[in-house]
């Protein structure tokens, strides 16, 4: 999803010294710690959409999803005009589910940031949520018009044509996403479980191992286990 911690607007030196700390933090590893920072930065200024916004992606980075969509809904009170903090509105719902939610913020963010193409590629996600089947299909289409090589929006549109049997433009473009970002675990993904269902044994079995290669803790990494297995005794039930 779209959305980062980062540095903000500050109002006064002191809150912006907040900000930082908390930055630091939170890129260290110490999450609790940079809450605490982003509070301080808030009780400063507290109409500051950037300090809302990172507080709302640290929440959300540990699961305290209500805690994130409060401060997500700050931000937005804070700068309605604001696409960042109207995306980031939009990554706290998704992440609660509640995509009809999500789907009506990033259609908004996108409205504010046409350009912006994480903004596209999450609302199509929540299109693909809510069985929004064409409309899912036409904002992948879109995304790529734009950017060609864009790597989330490959891989969604090749699950998509694997979905409608479409086997052959599903390998086509899963390459097409590999191509493009030849290290994203979730490019080779796509293209193994293509791959399995074609038949091509052997190129699976590779893409699955590069997989885990690329990430040993993928979260599918037991999927991609069970893939391999699945294929390696299909082989050996064939062999006299």
Known sequence: MSGAIQSANAVTPESNEHTKKGIALYNSGKAKEAIEEFKKAIAIDPKNAD?????????????????????????????????KSMANLGNTNLVAKKYAEAEKYYAKAIKLAPANMDYRVDHAICLKYLNKKAEFQAELKEILKKSPTNTQALILMSKSYLDEKKNEDAEKTA???????????????????VLKVRGKDKEAISEYKTVLTLKPDFPYAKEVKESVDYINNKVDSRIP
């Open 51 to 83: 300090y809302h916004r990172n507080l709302s992606s640290v929440y959300q980075a540990q699961g305290m999803i209500a805690e994130a969509q409060k401060e997500a809904e700050l931000a937005v009170q804070s700068k309605p005009g604001d696409a």
């Open 175 to 193: 390459r097409s996403a590999i191509k493009a970002s030849p290290k994203d675990p979730e490019a080779h993904w796509a293209l193994a479980n």
